[in-house]
């Protein structure tokens, strides 16, 4: 056991060939008749999904966005406007904690698009697009592997807001059915991204298009501050908002209270936005060169 | 196996990037068995026409048929039957080299334990079983053509494509490349491969078409075309320098196409026939000028290119501007 270190780590360049490869080859070569029928859409979907979460282990580094960035968003509201905003730093961990729950976990589906974009320009891409599978597995694909990510990334704003002091209402059958809710947008919006990473050509332009969407989306709504103290043509902006819809269902599923209207809501934007954005996204990646 | 049906057959195919027309009308008709030889200069359209066929990419025009499917209507049965091996890897650069194995394998219809075992069994076939858990960004030029080969052969496709298999990696690399690749082709699969280097269309292809600006300036077995291009050359090189003068003169007048080359006691006689050879030596040696060595040979495709082309088998220094990556 002492060198078995050593195997894993040696750098030679792999074997020299000697005269047999050929017929090694061959060996190895099964007949054409032997194939297997190609993988169902649900295998591929599976497969690709099983790439995401490899690439997150080989990639660790890329958890950084996700693990850094809530935890200090989450600090800076609590502090900086805590007093503020809420009254006390008390009171608004209440009301923030939800919110920003939401606002983590949406940003991060930007990053779904901008890896797809990044995968598109590869020559692994056009060996995907050569395979007999059903075509748009690779979308779905990643976007199921990347809900690790954002379960990874709303476990640790949690944490942290338990810790700050956040006790809803609901206890944690409220948090873990808000958490599913959340999931499901999260995949329902992450085809928007999908959309944006195929119409335009670079990883910067992606970026640009995405960050233009989010912004008002996240600032013009309830995450932070209570709409009634904003002007009226803002809060009639903000109550149509699908991201304050979401949050205040959010909230209101962590205090306990399942009102059927706010999830029906919820359901029709995810249902919305899968709608429209899922079939265009698969259209551009067929047409996609 | 139905081995009529010919691998490839396109008619007319075009492909235009905004303006410029990348394909310009191809007509291939590619019968299945051996190596078919796709050669041009760079930007001829090589790639794009590789891609049209691999169901990638869609023509503007033209008709093109795949083993006896349509590449607009029938995608997917293509599918079925080819491989890919893009110009630029077309491996995931993050996975290691048996995860890349795998997934594919996956994809094409194993259970991961068996995409497994034979990922296993086709890197220890190609020499890579220690690289098997190191990331392919990590792997050599030519580690990452073997692996990229690998790939295409976890189901032995009918037709497989390879898009400049041996371009950038060393000469010993190359020639493994082209053991595996004759291999294949004795296992019953059509290879459809692009190359800018005329020696290797030359060493592999049984046959070869030849493009320059998205259209086939010429077609046919490599000693087909060499005849295409009309003579073969005798070279001579005379015992004594000074002679080269007169030799050069007692040919001209006999109408032999002659000329001198730039060793001073060398001249080069393009024949038409085999029996020109013993003519022109024969006239020598009448005159009395002494022949120190010859040799005789069809002309090389490097020869051949510029006769078709009008250009060296260079890159095309082309005023349009690269656009994009493909
Ligand atoms: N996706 C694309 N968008 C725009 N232009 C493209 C695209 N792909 C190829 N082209 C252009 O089409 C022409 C033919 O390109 P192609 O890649 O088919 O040539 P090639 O023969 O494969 O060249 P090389 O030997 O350099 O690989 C080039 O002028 C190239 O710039
Ligand atoms: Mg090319």
Redo the contacts between chains.
């Keep these: 056991m002492t060198n078995s270190q050593s195997t894993t780590q040696s750098s030679t360049p792999a074997t020299p060939v000697a005269s047999g490869e050929p017929e090694r080859i061959r060996k190895v070569l099964v007949p054409q008749q032997d194939r297997p029928a190609p993988a169902s859409a649900l295998t591929a979907c599976v497969a690709y999904g099983w790439r995401a979460l490899l690439k997150i282990k080989h990639l660790p580094e890329q958890l950084i966005d996700v693990t850094i960035f809530p935890v200090m968003m989450t600090l800076m509201f609590t502090f900086i406007f805590g007093g503020a905003i809420g009254g006390s730093v008390d009171n608004y961990v209440q009301f923030l904690i939800p919110g920003i729950f939401v606002q983590t976990l949406i940003m991060i589906t930007m990053y779904t698009g901008l890896t797809l974009n990044r995968d598109f320009s590869k020559g692994v891409f056009d060996r995907f697009r050569s395979l007999p599978v059903w075509r748009p597995a690779q979308l779905v694909g990643a976007l199921l592997g990347d809900q690790i990510r954002y379960l990874l990334a709303g476990t640790i704003i949690l944490t942290v807001g338990f810790f700050l002091g956040f006790r809803p209402e609901g206890g944690l059958t409220g948090v873990l059915a808000a958490f599913a809710l959340l999931l499901v947008f999260s995949f329902s919006l992450s085809w928007v991204w999908t959309a944006v990473s195929l119409a335009v050509r670079t990883e910067q332009a992606a970026m640009g298009v995405s960050m233009f969407v989010m912004m008002p989306l996240v600032f013009a709504s309830n995450i932070f501050v209570d709409p009634s103290t904003m002007p009226t043509w803002l809060q009639r902006a903000v109550e149509v908002n699908p991201v304050s819809i979401v949050v205040t269902t959010i909230r209101e599923m962590m205090a306990g209270t399942y009102s059927l209207s706010s999830l029906g809501l919820v359901a029709l934007c995810c249902g919305v936005l899968i709608v429209i954005f899922g079939p265009v996204s698969m259209f551009m990646y067929n047409r996609k060169s | 196996?139905t081995t009529d049906i010919p691998a490839v057959e396109t008619q007319g195919l075009v492909k235009k990037f905004g303006d410029t027309a990348a394909v310009d009308g191809v007509d291939l008709s590619i019968s299945q068995g051996g190596i078919y030889g796709v050669l041009g200069p760079n930007g001829a359209g090589k790639t794009t026409v590789m891609?049209m066929l691999?169901?990638?990419?869609?023509p503007d025009a033209g008709e093109a048929k795949v083993l006896g499917h349509d590449v607009y209507t029938e995608p997917?049965a293509i599918?079925?039957k080819?491989?890919?091996t893009?110009?630029?890897?077309?491996?995931?650069?993050?996975?290691?080299g048996i995860?890349n194995m795998i997934?594919?394998g996956?994809?094409?219809?194993?259970k991961h334990r068996i995409a497994r075992k034979r990922g296993m069994?086709?890197l220890?076939?190609?020499?890579?079983?220690?690289?098997a858990?190191r990331?392919v960004k990590k792997y050599?030029g030519?580690?990452r053509r073997?692996l990229d080969i690998a790939?295409s052969?976890i189901?032995?496709?009918?037709l497989m494509f390879l898009d400049e298999p041996t371009t950038g990696i060393d000469p010993r690399s190359r020639n493994?490349v082209w053991?595996?690749i004759?291999?294949?082709v004795?296992?019953?699969t059509t290879i459809l491969l692009t190359t800018q280097y005329l020696e290797e269309a030359d060493q592999l292809a049984d046959r070869i078409a030849v493009i320059d600006h998205g259209t086939v300036v010429a077609e046919g077995t490599p000693g087909q075309l060499k005849a295409e291009v009309g003579s073969g050359a005798l070279r001579v090189r005379l015992h004594d320098v000074s002679a080269r003068d007169q030799a050069v003169e007692l040919l001209r007048r006999e109408g032999t196409p002659v000329t001198p080359e730039a060793d001073p006691a060398a001249l080069t006689v393009q024949v038409q026939h085999s029996a020109d050879v013993t003519h022109t030596l024969e006239s020598l040696a009448h005159a009395s000028i002494e022949v120190a060595s010859f040799s005789y040979g069809q002309p090389s495709l490097d020869e051949v290119f510029l006769t078709l082309t009008g250009t060296a088998s260079t890159p095309h220094s082309d005023s349009a501007p690269e656009v994009?990556?493909?």
């Design positions: 196996m891609r691999a169901t990638l990419l869609r997917q599918r079925e080819i491989a890919l893009g110009q630029f890897a077309s491996l995931d650069e993050d996975l290691t995860e997934l594919l996956r994809l094409l219809g194993y069994d086709l220890e076939a190609f020499g890579l079983t220690k690289a858990n990331p050599s030519g580690m073997r790939g052969l189901v032995t496709p009918q493994q053991d595996i004759r291999t294949l004795d296992g019953g994009g990556a493909p």
